[in-house]
């Protein structure tokens, strides 16, 4: 068993920006972790909030522990920077699929996750499926939620869209694009979309064609699956990750989406999945 001793442990802050709520939270768990000798490394537009210094998000990956104060848009975002370290998410928002914690739980749960880590080396995480993409030169970062390929010109035309799964054709069908998502990204552009809940736990990812005039149903696929987009009837188009990150590329191409090879690790207590459910709209 490892111990991380007193003044070597690092943990980063990332609060939603513009928030003054969110800022408030961001400086009581500041105080409570420099109680506990702890390195705080706050992002650096809340530090200028508060009129401390702050730390480049793209460093956030050196800490041992990231806390998210925000929505989910804040999550990903601090989860993106994190890469392999833990994330902890402080619910700000109205849903909350990933951003778990509630704010009157926040101090108390770092206080957990520090001990964790003082005692175990690690928070004792759970972990979600994030997904890679290759192909064309795409060079995205991993994504939590959902890749999506589209065509990148005026609204309505669209391109043309083949799916094939582990060498197997799905569909092919003129569209505005295909989104491939994990279990936790279900419950966000892919359900907008038409795509199915899935639970968290099920070793699933989805695929959800969107708007194709002869494409099948959104199908549901194992985690090992290889799938391969090819876009061709197009200008231009464009993959994104998360809906945050973006790189276009020029048609006939074709991209490959799989499971990355690191998952993402998340602080905290575990999701109520149902509760959660009902304050969607």
């Known amino acids: 068993m490892s111990r991380v001793v007193p003044g070597s442990m690092r943990v980063g802050i990332v609060a939603r920006r513009g928030s003054d709520r969110a800022a408030e ?3 009581d768990a500041r105080e409570r972790l ?7 490394h706050i992002d650096e537009a ?13 460093r956030m990956d050196e800490c041992d522990l990231v806390v998210a104060v925000g929505g989910d848009g804040t999550f ?10 833990p994330v902890m998410g402080i619910n700000l928002g109205e849903v909350g699929f990933l951003n778990v914690t509630q704010p009157g739980d926040a101090l108390a749960a770092i206080d957990r996750a520090v ?18 993409t290759t192909g064309n030169g795409i060079s995205l970062p991993p994504a939590v939620n959902e890749v999506v390929v589209m065509a ?12 094939e799964v582990d060498g197997s054709r799905y569909f092919e069908s003129h569209g505005d694009g295909v989104l491939v998502a994990t279990p936790a990204g279900s419950t966000a552009y892919n359900l907008s979309e038409g795509g199915p809940l899935v639970h968290p ?8 064609d969107m708007c194709g005039e002869s494409a099948g149903p959104p199908l549901v696929v194992p985690t ?21 990150t973006r790189e276009s590329f020029a048609p006939p191409s074709e991209l490959a989406v799989s499971v990355a090879d690191e998952p993402l690790r998340v602080a905290g207590p575990p999701l109520d999945f149902f509760t959660a459910l009902d304050k969607l709209d």
């Open 25 to 27: 939270l961001a400086a």
């Open 34 to 40: 420099h109680e506990s000798d702890i390195e705080v």
């Open 46 to 58: 809340t530090a200028a909030d508060l009129g401390a210094s702050g730390s480049p998000v793209d």
């Open 76 to 85: 990903l975002f601090a989860a993106r920077e994190a890469e392999t370290t």
């Open 115 to 132: 001990e964790q880590i003082r005692t175990d080396g690690e928070p004792n995480p759970g972990t979600l499926p994030r997904l890679a």
């Open 152 to 163: 990148e010109r005026g609204p309505g035309r669209g391109a043309t869209f083949a799916v």
């Open 201 to 208: 736990t099920v070793p699933a990812l989805v695929i959800t």
């Open 224 to 244: 090992d699956s290889e799938i391969a987009v090819r876009v061709t009837d197009a200008e231009t188009a464009v993959v994104i990750g998360d809906g945050r």
